[in-house]
């Protein structure tokens, strides 16, 4: 039986009444930019991950960008980040006019270290962004500590970790603000790109706002300047279908992790993910290390099963981050990691013979 990496197509069929509704009635009400169905998704977004203001955005990465520009990021100014991440992280810190600064994750969660932030700060250091890597949260008891000795703000990256828990509370309120992407293989994910900004403080909520929508609050009342970075009424529409199913499909994940790391763990090389006691994971994605992980994934797709590689390069050896001269012996995690990381297939829906058929395969290397 071939099993996909994710099934976006059944989930689609599990609520196909609701997101066809949603669909024809933003076709019905000519809502396509703004508009109350982009309203009624921030409000309802702002609910579920438990803060004050939703900003919505049209996708991950601009959510970042609003962000820091929000925060008055300026050139000169060093953020301090994961060197395991999707280079989006990164490459906002660079685009808002600042410098990424990478620190090693701590070796078992994929999260970032915070003795390594502590150890990175310089004058120059404004703020962090601690990323919930494949959706468990990063130790954010300390890093906040950190923050608040060095007086930095901290913007969480939670665009793989919606509805994730750090000692009982939810991510994206510890910082100044936090970011999500709704991208489509997201836990929530639209029918398209799109993205949010979270925070409970007004009036950075209303600057993020205004930056998104090319400055104004108000049609020609353009009070800075802004981008167009608008969350359409489509997607918010779909998005506010998926949202009231999102606990569900999150104890779905919950649920067939353990079924993987029962299996997984009688067998010799491989290592499954290590869950730290105080937080909750949502598996957005569900990774394995194995020493011959390129063999594995060769020998898991040539019998119907796909995975994939997140990341193959940790950043600091990206070509985009070249200039900065980066070794090795600098961030040995991630170097390790990006040699033996693999994610299984791992979706809401995925049946127990499915993944009894994916732990099977794994033995059989």
């Known amino acids: 039986m071939p099993v996909p990496f994710a099934d976006l197509q059944l989930q689609y069929q599990t609520i196909k009444g609701e997101v066809d509704r949603a669909i024809a009635g933003v076709i019905r009400d000519n809502a396509f930019i703004r ?15 438990e803060v004050a203001h939703c900003v919505s955005c049209a996708n991950g990465t601009d959510a970042l960008y609003l962000a820091m520009k929000a925060l008055k990021v300026r050139l000169g100014d060093q953020v301090i980040t994961t060197a395991h991440s999707w280079i989006s992280t990164s490459a906002m810190i660079t685009h808002s006019g600042a410098t990424p600064v990478f620190c090693d994750t701590d070796g078992a969660t994929f999260t970032i270290d915070p003795s390594a932030i502590e150890a990175a700060i310089t004058p120059q250091t404004v703020g962090i962004i601690p990323v919930h890597l494949y959706g468990q949260p990063a ?4 890093i906040m500590a950190i923050a608040k000795k060095h007086k930095l703000w901290v913007i969480e990256d939670c665009a793989q970790a919606h509805l994730a828990r750090y000692k009982g ?22 029918m398209g790109d799109a993205g949010a900004v979270v925070t409970n403080d007004a009036a950075l909520a209303e600057h993020m706002t205004m930056l998104a929508r090319h400055g104004g609050l108000v049609k020609h009342q353009h009070r800075i300047e802004g981008v ?15 949202l009231p199913h999102l606990a569900g499909w999150t104890e779905a994940r919950q649920s067939a992790a353990k ?19 105080t937080r909750s994971h949502v598996y957005h994605l569900y990774t394995i290390r194995h020493p011959r992980r390129d063999a594995l994934a060769a020998h898991l797709n040539a019998n119907g099963v796909q995975t ?15 200039r900065f001269g980066h070794r090795s012996e600098q961030f040995p995690n991630a170097r390790r990691d990006q040699g033996q990381i ?9 049946t127990r013979q499915q993944q009894n058929e994916v732990i099977d395969l794994v033995r059989r290397l």
């Open 35 to 49: 508009g109350s169905y982009v309203d009624a998704f921030e409000r309802e977004f702002a609910a579920a991950a």
């Open 139 to 142: 130790d954010m008891d300390a």
């Open 169 to 190: 509370r939810m991510v994206g309120t510890f910082g100044e603000a936090a970011t999500y992407s709704f991208y489509p293989g997201k836990n929530l994910g639209a």
């Open 228 to 242: 167009n970075s608008r969350l359409d009424g489509m997607q918010a529409a779909i998005l506010s279908a998926k």
């Open 259 to 277: 079924v993987y790391d029962a299996g997984l763990n009688q067998i010799e090389d491989v290592v499954v993910p290590e869950v730290a006691a």
């Open 308 to 322: 994939a590689i997140n990341y193959p390069t940790a950043l600091p050896f990206l070509p985009a981050y070249a």
């Open 342 to 350: 693999l994610s299984l297939p791992m979706f809401a829906e995925i």
